[in-house]
């Protein structure tokens, strides 16, 4: 297994600056973070934020007219693309297909996109949903093959596959050579949680890329109603739910040798330190 770490939690750092600081501290690849709007992602007058206010996301746009030219800083760093993270998604497919076109110019094999958003309805036809929204996946497919690309779905709370189950049954009929899935076990403490072994045998070649990081519940207020109440919270890599000891023998024993990318949420660590104890961790892991 190799290590990678991902450009959204490098908020502080343009992308030239990210991709040699993570060279640095020993990883060897990089995600990138692609985003509609680059313009609009960082304000100088406002904290950082991996997901509102982030000086390293690269322009959509400019990915588009140039892949090799907008992931040159990676290159020159010596570091390989591990996936590109887009914030593209079946709903609007003209991006979605420009996306897998861009990463087929430069050979990236692997690409997040993303399907249809849920409903905002309390109450929908989860079925009838799911099909239209598998039938326009498959559509991405087809055009992605063309260029050589493989449409990743990440297991992410908020979406219609937060588990290994839920992603593997909407990819139904789709060849794992041709779609992939990005296996995320902290997204999938606050939604979709699966023991490891579960997991990694459902998902078998689906299994694109491991997202690395941890989170934890916290006790919360009571609700009115006199029901306890649960917080969800970011945590550090070794002091969560995940236990990534185990995650590791897991994933040997089914003779993964991808990406783990590095995607810590938790803030109570600066970037730096976090990148470089998150390393430490990982590499004494993956020799143990």
Same mark, same amino acid.
């Given at each position: ?147 050589? !690309? ?16 839920? !992603? ?12 992939? !899935? ?13 023991? !490891?072994?579960?997991? $990694? ?5 689906? $299994? ?20 306890? $109440? ?59």
């Amino acid at each position: 297994m190799r290590l990678g770490a991902f450009t959204t939690f490098t908020p502080e750092y343009t992308f030239p600056e990210a991709c040699k600081l993570i060279k640095s501290l020993g990883y060897e690849g990089v995600q990138p973070r692609i985003v509609p709007d680059a313009s609009a992602q960082y304000d100088p007058s406002k904290p950082f934020n991996p997901w509102s206010n982030n000086k390293g996301g690269l322009a959509e746009t400019a990915f588009f007219a140039d892949p090799a030219g907008t992931l040159k800083p990676a290159k020159d760093a010596g570091l390989e693309i591990t996936s590109v993270a887009s914030y593209t998604k079946t709903g609007e497919m003209d991006r979605a297909v420009k996306m897998v076109q861009a990463c087929g110019k430069l050979g990236i094999r692997n690409v997040r996109v993303g399907s249809e958003a849920m409903p905002k309805d309390e109450v929908f036809d989860m079925p009838k949903f799911l099909d239209a929204a598998r039938g326009r996946y498959k559509e991405l497919v087809a055009e992605a093959r063309k260029a050589g !690309v493989r449409p990743c779905l990440e297991l992410h709370n908020g979406t219609p596959f937060p588990s290994a189950s839920g !992603v593997v049954a909407f990819l139904k009929g789709i060849d794992p050579k041709d779609v992939g !899935v990005l296996y995320d076990p902290a997204n999938m403490v606050r939604e979709g949680w699966e023991n !490891v072994r579960t997991a $990694l045998n459902i998902l078998g070649p689906y $299994l694109a890329e491991v997202h690395v990081k941890n989170a934890k519940w916290l006790r919360g207020e009571k609700a009115d109603r006199g029901c306890q $109440l649960w917080d969800y919270e970011d945590a550090d890599l070794e002091d969560g739910v995940v236990n990534w000891a185990d995650v590791i023998d897991h994933l040997k024993k089914h003779g993964y040798d991808g990406w783990l990318v590095e995607e810590g949420h938790s803030a109570k660590r600066p970037t730096y330190d976090r990148l470089k104890l998150a390393k430490e961790l990982l590499s004494r892991l993956l020799a143990g």
